[in-house]
């Protein structure tokens, strides 16, 4: 049958599930072919199926259309608009809207299982829904993100799961080291100027900050969600500027950054940033290759899997301070004991990790291997005290015992969850972080 268009509506509830998108590219379809299936509407002439063509009939200036009837209750519209817009493209915001009137209609009925009869009904994997439900109740402003496919799912659950995480251990954290107690203080709130800080106070820095466009990191934008990576080079230089006061003169810091693409094209940023900071007065001593062993895995077919990160070694002065490291000659050759220092006694070691005293100096290419050999992870002290810290954690350890001593003062400037902190205390090093978000 025909009816007026100008008599049709939209249903109220679609509007609360679907947005009337892509309704240009309908229009000139529509103008072009021709209307080639039905409406669906309800008594009411509430369009049930077809809200977007309704749109696009409108635009192109149609009177009467094609049009079905069917006879429904209100409490079935809900099932009628999913079952109609099965076949349909759908944005995750639209599944997961689809999603929660499908779950309060299963519901309702005593239907166990749940999750399991919306995703058949949907017609996605139920793993895949429960992720997007994890998404949207912690970071909902990651689902427009993957809409914009600025993120797929997984990598936005993995967003979501490594802020829980890390929210999870800086509290574990906290309480291990007694937040804002003897050797751990933290300061929730942005590290670019850190007044609570006096002058050259600090000895060591290791610090990891958000890298360019690759997550949200705090909700109303952030280091890292800048619109070009010339905008985060020059946040990035400007926010760290602070660190050149704290520092004291015989001090290093170590600055660890990855880089992005963008639109194909590795954008460099880290040496970027680097260079921004020479400018500074800075003086890079190192550039450390970090050799993931378990590197992020790329679906690429036209390049290369990235599997390392640059670790930055920049001083004020090169009278620093620095603990020569020794890398072993051979791969079987096993560290030598420590040498006696100041403060330890004669029928002990120190539980701490150290530096092996004999080989050849280190690189600087560090993998798992390198690592492992050059702070020794062996039993130390007739108690059986060994050195705690599994790799990535060797990476931090490695730089402080490089240049720190016992006692002095470790800065992070991006605390995250707390392994800086945690390294630096078990090194009998006191540790100070800042860090914007909350726990």
């Known amino acids: 049958m025909e009816i007026l268009v100008n008599k049709l509506k939209h249903h109220p509830l679609n509007k609360e599930i679907y947005r009337l998108s892509s309704i240009e590219e309908l229009s000139s379809s529509i103008k072009e072919m021709g209307l080639l299936e039905p409406l669906v509407i309800d008594k009411k002439n509430q369009v049930i199926s077809g809200n977007r063509r309704l749109e696009a009939i409108r635009r192109v200036g149609l009177k009467k259309v094609e049009v079905k009837r069917v006879d429904i209750s209100d409490k079935e519209v809900g099932l009628h608009l999913v079952h109609y817009n099965k076949h349909r493209i759908k ?23 749940t999750r399991d009869l919306v995703s058949k009904e949907l017609g996605i994997g139920s793993s895949t829904l429960g992720k997007l439900r994890v998404i949207q109740k912690h970071d909902d402003c990651l689902i427009d993100l993957i809409d914009k496919d600025i993120l797929t799912v997984g990598q936005a659950y ?34 670019d100027q850190m007044d609570e800080l006096k002058d050259g106070e600090v000895q060591t820095i290791f610090t990891s900050p958000p890298y360019w466009n690759k997550r949200k990191y705090v909700k109303g934008g952030s280091i890292g969600e800048e619109s070009s990576p010339y905008d985060y080079v020059n946040n990035m230089v400007n926010h760290l500027r602070d660190c050149k006061r704290v520092l004291s003169k015989e001090g290093s810091f170590f600055l660890n950054l990855g880089d992005t693409y963008l639109d194909g094209n590795l954008q460099n940023i880290p040496h970027q940033v680097v260079i921004g900071l020479q400018e500074q007065g800075w003086i890079l001593r190192n550039t450390i290759i970090w050799s993931k062993t378990n590197p992020k895995p790329s679906s690429s077919k036209s390049n ?27 791969d079987s050759t096993k560290a030598s004991l420590p040498p006696r220092h100041k403060g330890i ?48 954690e060797d990476i931090i350890t490695l730089p402080i015992l490089q240049t720190s001593q016992e006692g002095d003062l470790i800065l992070d400037l991006f605390m995250g969850s707390g392994t800086t902190g945690r390294v630096a205390n078990s090194l009998n090093r006191r540790f100070v972080g800042y860090d914007v978000r909350a726990f």
């Open 91 to 113: 944005t995750a915001r639209e599944i997961l809207n689809e999603s929660s009137f499908l779950h309060e209609h299963f519901v309702l009925q005593n239907k166990s299982n």
């Open 304 to 330: 290369l899997c990235p599997t390392y990160e640059f670790i930055f070694h920049l001083v004020k002065d090169n009278s620093y301070y620095y603990n020569l490291t020794l890398a072993p000659l051979k």
């Open 345 to 392: 006694k004669s029928n002990g070691y120190s539980s701490s990790p150290y530096i092996p005293r004999e080989g050849k100096n280190m690189g600087d290419f560090w993998n798992e291997d390198i690592v492992r050999t050059a702070v020794v992870n062996q039993k130390l002290t007739s108690n059986g005290n060994e050195h705690p810290a599994p790799f990535p």
């Open 158 to 191: 993995l967003q979501v799961q490594r802020v829980k995480k890390e929210a999870k251990t800086l509290q574990s954290s906290s309480k291990k080291n007694k937040l804002n107690g003897d050797g751990f203080t933290f300061y929730k709130k942005s590290s």
